[in-house]
């Protein structure tokens, strides 16, 4: 059970590992977001540019043509009150034109700027590139290799598990799930490691004999001898 709790161990560890990616892909992921936050930000920037061109494109051909009519009309004036009251059209007509005008060319200039932006973001530097590459590929095999520990530990587990008796096999996964993970506890100073409970001493002794199992009369893991877990190591079987 001390091996087997070891290998679940390893088992929890690996797969946490996995879940918990180093510092540098997370920044690399956070940058990633940032940079596609701002480019999803620039080009809304672009398209509502282009809408109010649009609009103002419409403006500038109205504003066109009611000069134009205006013009003619001032070739017709038969008096000096409709001369100066084509005259005030016309000045009216040609500051809204302008003003059109202006808008025109500041949205072109806008809409070129944040094309060139938008296009020299996504050229990525290829320096940088290849180092995030990197980065992001070291992680993909970490997790590869977490992946195959995993597995193996699960098949040394089930061997493992072989060895137990079917009545043990099930008590030790009933408090592997019942108590996050663990359910042995070594004996140490006379108590329980997990929940530090204080043994009785002939519940003592029998754990000292190691010839059957004795589980914690609080937390109810299944005790274990400090010293087997040496002993354990250095032997095989
Ligand atoms: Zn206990």
Redesign the pocket.
Known sequence: MIRLQGLYDGISQALQDRQTPPLEVKELEEANRQRQAELADLEAQVVAHQDELQEVHKGEEEWRLELEHFQKQKSMVTNEREFTAVISEIDYATKELDTRKTRHDELDTMIRELGEDIESRQQARPEEESAQREITESWETTKEDLKLKVQKLALDAGAEEEKLSPKSRALFHRLLKSKKGIAI?AVADGS??????KLRPHLMQRVWRCEEIIT??????V?FREDAVSGLSEGEG
């Open positions: 506890a329980c490691s997990a929940c530090h409970f914690c009369e609080f937390c109810h893991r005790l």
